[in-house]
């Protein structure tokens, strides 16, 4: 795996590199260059497997790569600016590291890269998208973007178990039972999501086919749903649902 890394700062690089070497031990660096000048210059006669970039380089924004140049390498940002985590994953972003970089963070990334980009998980990323075409399938959300304390983390949709509105507060549960607040409102979050796997159980409540524990019928029509690791004894499906949850069920 052949990396370039963009980074301005001379120690910042030297760690990055450092780190690269302690998790990576088929990473080689094809070089280090602090400007996108550089960059576009280096570019034009070499290529990268990957990239590990900030954002402020010694020029300009190393966005402007992705952009004006259209490089379409996959990168891991390593800044300590979170204000342009957006933009970034509007790319072929892997991940968005926070400064100071940990190491096992960085590990994280690169194996997720790994994951994305072998031969293995690009034959199977192909045969999904090619399963989407021939069905005519919609592309739903396949992330989150959380925040946890000063870090921005990536949280896949296969993760989720569900999500719960609190008043105006909104919160993703992963399977492995984490917590996160997210931006979006179910209202949005509804028409994002696979209704394949997810269903919106009520007013409150969007819930993952794998998170549904127990199903128990109840007055009125109504059905009892229990969500494992939801905290809520009384969660409903309303009787004008009910049929639909039956059969999102029963596929």
């Known amino acids: 795996m052949n990396i370039l890394i963009l980074e301005d700062e001379r120690h910042a690089a030297n760690r990055l590199t450092e780190l690269v070497a302690a998790t990576a031990s088929d990473a080689t660096i094809g070089a280090v260059i602090e400007s996108v000048q550089e960059a576009r ?47 970034a994953f509007k790319f072929n972003s892997v991940d968005y590291l926070l400064k100071p970089i940990d190491k096992d963070e960085l590990a994280a990334a690169l194996k997720k890269f790994n994951a994305q980009h072998s031969p293995a998980g690009i034959e199977s990323r192909l045969t999904t998208l090619l399963q989407q075409m021939v069905s005519g399938k919609q592309a739903f959300r396949s992330r989150f973007l959380v925040r946890r304390g000063e ?28 917590q996160y607040l997210i931006d979006e409102n179910l209202d949005t979050l509804e028409t994002q999501l696979d209704p394949d796997a ?9 819930a993952s086919i794998d ?6 019928t109840h007055l009125n029509g109504r059905l009892k749903v229990v969500i494992r690791h939801a905290n809520d004894e009384d969660i409903f499906v309303s009787k004008a649902r009910a049929n639909a949850f039956k059969k999102w069920l029963g596929k």
């Not at 997810?198 to 969007?206: A, L």
């Open 41 to 87: 210059e280096w570019l034009s006669h070499n290529n990268a497997d990957l990239i590990l970039a900030d954002i402020h380089l010694s020029d300009t924004l190393s966005l402007e790569l992705f952009t004006k140049d259209a490089i379409t390498i996959p990168v891991i940002f390593t800044t300590a600016y979170d204000e342009y985590v957006l933009r």
């Open 151 to 178: 870090r921005l983390i990536p949280v896949p949709v296969a993760d989720a178990a569900f999500i719960r509105a609190d008043d105006k507060l909104t919160y993703l549960y992963t399977r492995s039972d984490q």
């Open 198 to 206: 997810f269903f919106r159980i009520s007013r409150s409540y969007i």
């Open 211 to 216: 998170a549904i524990e127990k199903v128990v």
